[in-house]
């Protein structure tokens, strides 16, 4: 029988937004301080995409592009492209279709996938099934968000949590080895509705009404996702060293999703992991929902080493979570 493939990140790429939105900042807004942001969530600052006429896919086609010019391959080379967002320029079409076209992937099919905080893992297995049937060569994943255009700053509970922002990674077949090796993803229907953005779908189209009471902003209940978060983070990063009888000696990042740091702790200590195994830049970019690990990922790519043991982690609305077991391949 046929060795499966591997598929390998053989690139990564990001875009942010120049424009700072800082706890200060906040503090004239809303009824809030640094400290009590710093101390709860580990946020200093995040990036906010102020253009109008600029959104996720504009965030998606950069991150891309980057991922091309490293790569140093054509557009036309990519074979499918998969973003993952929860915020997309238009319900349809897809924002994956609108990078496609700006990029100039004439060859390559794109679809968008919605898991909310997991998409990234989620859109980065997907991709990766491509990549291990031999149906596609060349696949590239995207984690875009523009989470300002969904956050009410008027509600101080979730608009010092969450940014904007996007990376991009190059799904290609490993010649070595290194590679997605195993993941687990799960997903629990969240009914009680505890993150969710209650407006602007089939269920409460827009209405004079739904705009009024502002129900086109996402919403929590704060206390009960986090608690869900910590566990289910904490239990499928442990889960899936277990799978791969892996220790923590065995690795050697754990690539957290960036929604609180006390939650990114609770995995790193249940996974018996030193600080300086784990990837945190939460402080820089608070939560940029899908993009948050490719830009873990962007930013400690200069200390990796092709090999090396990485541990994907997430936690999102759905609910939804998982993580990856890869070794890096670039």
Same mark, same amino acid.
């Given at each position: ?8 990140? &053989?690139?990564?790429?990001?875009y ?10 906040l503090?004239?807004? *809303? ?10 969530t ?7 995409? $102020?253009?109008?006429?600029k959104?996720?896919?504009?965030? @998606?086609?950069?991150a ?7 790569r140093?391959?054509?557009a036309d ?10 915020? %997309?320029d !238009?319900?349809? %079409?897809a &924002? ?7 990029i ?9 996938l ?11 297995? &997907?991709?990766?099934s491509?990549i ?7 696949? #590239? *994943?995207?984690?875009a968000?523009k989470?300002?255009?969904?956050? +009410?700053y ?12 996007a ?8 010649? +070595? @080895?290194? @590679? ?19 407006a602007?779908?089939? #269920? ?6 739904t705009?009024a009471?502002? /129900?086109? !902003?996402?919403?929590?209940? @704060? ?17 899936? #060293? ?13 690539? %957290?999703?960036q ?5 990114? +702790? ?10 300086? $195994? *784990?990837m ?8 940029? &929902? ?6 873990? /990922?962007?930013?400690? $790519?200069?200390?990796?080493? $092709?090999g ?10 759905? !609910? ?9 391949g670039?």
């Amino acid at each position: 029988m046929a060795e499966v493939k591997r598929a390998a990140i &053989t690139e990564v790429g990001h875009y942010l937004p120049e424009d700072k939105l800082t706890n200060h900042d906040l503090e004239q807004m *809303v009824d809030t301080n640094d400290e009590w942001i710093q101390t709860r969530t580990g946020i200093k600052e995040r990036r906010i995409l $102020k253009d109008d006429d600029k959104a996720t896919a504009f965030m @998606g086609a950069e991150a891309a592009k980057e991922v091309l010019d490293e790569r140093g391959i054509s557009a036309d080379e990519i074979d499918v492209i998969i973003c993952a967002t929860v915020t %997309p320029d !238009y319900l349809f %079409p897809a &924002t994956a279709c609108l990078i496609q076209s700006e990029i100039g992937a004439t060859n390559a099919y794109a679809f968008d996938l919605s898991a909310a905080c997991s998409g990234f893992l989620f859109a980065l297995s &997907t991709g990766g099934s491509f990549i291990e049937s031999g149906r596609a060569e060349k696949v #590239l *994943v995207i984690g875009a968000d523009k989470m300002s255009s969904i956050v +009410d700053y008027t509600d101080r509970s979730t608009c010092i949590l969450f940014g904007d922002g996007a990376g991009a990674v190059l799904l290609e077949a490993s010649e +070595d @080895g290194n @590679g997605i090796v195993d993941y687990i993803n799960h997903s629990e229907g969240d009914t009680g509705l505890a993150l969710y953005q209650p407006a602007g779908g089939s #269920l409460n189209p827009a209405t004079e009404e739904t705009v009024a009471d502002r /129900l086109h !902003y996402a919403k929590q209940d @704060g206390r009960t996702v986090f608690k869900k978060a910590t566990v289910g983070m904490a239990d499928v990063s442990t889960e899936i #060293l277990k799978k791969n009888n892996l220790t923590a000696d065995d690795v050697d990042y754990l690539v %957290p999703h960036q929604a609180n740091r006390r939650i990114i +702790d609770a995995t790193a200590n249940r996974m018996n992991l030193d600080s300086e $195994k *784990v990837m945190v830049n939460i402080d820089k970019y608070g939560n940029t &929902t899908a993009a948050t690990i490719p830009l873990c /990922l962007y930013d400690w $790519k200069s200390k990796l080493e $092709k090999g090396d043991n990485l541990i994907l982690a997430a936690f999102g609305g759905g !609910y939804t979570w998982g993580a990856i077991y890869l070794k890096w391949g670039m």
